[in-house]
């Protein structure tokens, strides 16, 4: 930290991010990266309180006079709780990728991170959706809100957390709502404040699928046969290009939803135990982001006590999951129950 704070500024890239509730400052040692921020950040659209601001240092080993991340000593072992204890001792948080050895710190104090990688987009794989995720997630989880695994729906402002493993059919769901009425902050990671009533924010514009997901959900556009696939072997498309809306800036929150490829005539809705809940969203909302563990379980413990939890058996119409999920999210508050 002290070696990115002192690096001339005059080699760095400067950005400011205006996202949802927090100001953050980012100085890139490669543009291509900067860039690649400026594509999936979303930049809010109304004036809010801030609840925080931050500084980031994104450095890599291209840049003059900046050292390749060190490695970690393999032989001696490598306990992600036992680093993210005495981390925490100082009030720090990191993340250490073993595969193309880079690091991120961030210190909770000062509202101050460094990332260092071995080349200027030696980010891992995973990341290319939701660049600077793990900041965020520590500069929000620091003010008492987090960077949340889910993916998310509403109508007329009222929505749903939408959660599940992989696989689950999360990011079809949102498709095929988005693509048929209904509204989204995001079908990956969104930003969840827990306050008087419960609200999701956007933070990244990407949404993800595989090339046949798009195409079944109606997807016809340029872009989809001439774009690469992710490591899920799934494309990333700027939520823009797939509807004129985009995404929604914020929506509150009333119900969780899992959903299930039942390949059924019609989508059903079925109200399920709050544990079958807490199971679907808490333990990949934690584990994909590390630091913070106790207090994100607490977090997410709040939210599942607080909201109704339901099944979502889908068809495989997009048309009628959207109208079926419509219907459903115009009753949330009234005859959820």
């Known amino acids: 930290m002290r070696a990115a704070k002192a690096y001339p500024k005059g080699r760095l890239v400067r950005r400011e991010f205006r996202l949802a509730r927090i100001d953050m400052t980012v100085w890139f040692a490669s543009k291509a990266f900067a860039d690649l921020c400026d594509r999936t950040l979303v930049e809010r ?137 209904l509204d989204s902050v995001g079908d990956d990671y969104v930003l969840v404040e827990d306050g008087p009533s419960l609200v999701a924010h956007s933070v990244f514009a990407m949404l993800k699928q595989d090339r046949e997901g798009f195409r079944r959900a109606g997807v016809a556009i340029a872009e989809l046969d001439a774009a690469e696939v992710n490591w899920r072997g799934k494309i990333e498309l700027d939520a823009s290009k797939l509807c004129a809306k985009g995404l929604a800036s914020r929506m509150e929150i009333h119900a969780l939803l899992l959903p299930e490829i039942a390949r059924s005539r019609r989508t059903e809705v079925e109200k399920i135990a709050s544990h079958e809940a807490a199971l679907a969203l808490a333990p990949s909302a934690v584990f994909q982001l590390p630091g913070d563990a106790t207090e994100g379980f607490r977090f997410f413990a709040d939210i599942v006590k607080r909201l109704p939890a339901f099944r979502v058996k889908l068809s495989e119409d997009p048309v009628e999951i959207a109208g079926t999920i419509g219907s459903f999210l115009e009753g949330t508050g009234r005859n959820a129950d």
């Open 45 to 181: 659209k109304y004036e809010e309180p801030l609840a925080t601001r931050a500084q980031i240092y994104a450095m890599d080993a291209e840049a003059d006079g900046w050292e390749p991340p060190a490695r970690w000593n393999e032989e001696a072992g490598f306990s992600s709780r036992e680093f993210d204890r005495i981390l925490a001792e100082h009030d720090r948080r990191g993340f250490y990728h073993h595969d193309a050895p880079s690091w991120q710190f961030y210190d909770r104090v000062d509202a101050v991170g460094v990332q260092t990688l071995p080349t200027k987009l030696g980010i891992p794989p995973w990341e290319f959706g939701s660049p600077l995720r793990l900041f965020l997630h520590w500069a929000y989880a620091a003010v008492g809100m987090r960077l949340t695994h889910a993916a998310t729906l509403g109508l007329n402002g009222r929505g749903a957390l939408i959660a599940g493993a992989s696989g689950s059919g999360k990011s079809g769901t949102t498709l095929a709502g988005l693509l048929n009425g």
